[in-house]
């Protein structure tokens, strides 16, 4: 999830609507892996599918986030600063460009949206509020699957990555509103009775998704514009991470996270309506951006889905135009990582 508009959030009042903090893109450190030439020339224009919000007036904004398909092949996404009475999840037809109301509530600040593997149920990150919440598929029956402190420490989640056995893997960007090296990346077994500091002592955690073999974490840091590998044992044990890229985004920076089936990464931009590639081993594929002539008003590619089987690709993009899907051909097919988180 961005920040709003710089990429901060923080809780303005009790309709759920959000706040706007700066913070600086910090420097990076040593040692580690600059993605390089490759790729670098390669462009994927994305194309218009359809809007579907406007800048809402009691929030001044429109954020889309969270795509994921459901068993239905709908593609479900959220409006991160949607008020109550507005579509806070909405369900998108892609083949027939329409779109209808799946949930609104006058609380939830939700930055993130996935089918759960174990349930089949529909999962929410509340930032503001730090909880994770669920929904069945027709975005009735709301439950609070995980709300409270974990390490003393309430979170503000973010995006959300299910292991095979359907453990929840959630960034946690605690410390982004004060600047601070706070976020962490959270486990949190399938009943929500036990959460796990797995890492930490992060900047801005954002992007989270397994690999294409479910072996480690690949999770994205905000505001040092860096992608981390976090191994990850069948038990939800973990090794040491490693920064893995760390990408040369000039004024934009790193958002959500999706794998394809190659295990190629798509690395969602704030700042740009684009995103970049990589693959496995770091190697930047291809830049999937929208064109110039319709970029303006456009500030933020946030996440992508793949369909899942399938190539074509969906990009949420938002900004004072209002919130929009775009498609692309990705490079292999879609799979459960492919839903952004």
């Known amino acids: 999830m961005r920040r709003l508009p710089l990429r901060s959030?923080?809780?303005?009042?009790?309709?759920?609507?959000?706040?706007?903090?700066?913070?600086?893109?910090?420097?990076?450190?040593?040692?580690?892996?600059?993605?390089?030439?490759?790729?670098?020339?390669?462009?994927?224009?994305?194309?218009q599918v359809m809007r579907l919000t406007e800048v809402h007036e009691q929030t001044g904004m429109t954020l889309l986030e969270g795509p994921t398909f459901g068993a239905?092949?709908?593609?479900?996404?959220?409006?991160?600063?949607a008020p109550e009475g507005e579509p806070k999840v909405m369900r998108v037809d892609v083949r027939k460009k329409t779109k209808r109301a799946v949930h609104t509530d006058g609380r939830g600040a939700y930055t993130s949206a996935q089918f759960s593997p174990y349930d089949g149920r529909l999962y929410l990150t509340d930032f503001a509020h730090g909880e994770v919440v669920s929904l069945d598929a027709d975005g009735g029956d709301l439950r609070t699957f995980f709300s409270g402190e974990v390490d003393?420490?309430?979170?503000?989640?973010?995006?959300?990555?299910?292991?095979?056995?359907?453990?929840l893997y959630v960034s946690d960007s605690r410390g982004l509103t004060e600047g601070k090296t706070l976020g962490r990346v959270v486990r949190i077994d399938r009943d929500g009775e036990e959460a796990t500091v797995l890492a930490d002592g992060l900047a801005a955690t954002n992007g989270v998704s397994f690999d294409a073999e479910y072996r480690?974490?690949?999770?994205?840091?905000?505001?040092?514009?860096?992608?981390?590998?976090?191994?990850?044992?069948?038990?939800?044990?973990?090794?040491a991470r490693h920064t893995a890229i760390r990408v040369d985004g000039g004024i934009a920076q790193?958002?959500?996270?999706?794998?394809?089936?190659?295990?190629?990464?798509?690395?969602?931009?704030?700042?740009?309506?684009?995103?970049?590639?990589?693959?496995?081993?770091?190697?930047?594929?291809?830049?999937?951006?929208?064109p110039a002539r319709a970029a303006e008003g456009l500030e933020s590619a946030t996440n992508v889905a793949i369909t899942p089987g399938g190539t074509k690709a969906y990009m949420t993009v938002s900004g004072p135009a209002g919130g929009y899907l775009y498609t692309f051909d990705a490079l292999a097919k879609g799979t459960r990582q492919s839903n952004g988180g």
Not at 152 to 161: F, L, T
């Open 9 to 47: 959030l923080a809780v303005l009042a009790a309709l759920g609507s959000l706040a706007l903090a700066g913070c600086g893109t910090q420097s990076g450190g040593t040692g580690e892996r600059t993605a390089g030439a490759p790729g670098a020339d390669r462009t994927i224009r994305a194309q």
């Open 152 to 167: 003393r420490a309430r979170m503000n989640p973010d995006d959300i990555a299910f292991d095979e056995d359907g453990n």
């Open 254 to 290: 790193t958002d959500s996270i999706a794998v394809d089936a190659d295990g190629n990464l798509y690395q969602a931009l704030h700042g740009r309506p684009a995103m970049v590639v990589y693959d496995r081993h770091g190697e930047r594929l291809a830049t999937v951006e929208v």
């Open 216 to 239: 480690g974490l690949w999770f994205s840091e905000l505001t040092e514009n860096r992608i981390s590998y976090l191994p990850v044992g069948a038990k939800g044990g973990v090794t």
């Open 72 to 81: 239905d092949g709908g593609l479900f996404v959220v409006d991160v600063t």
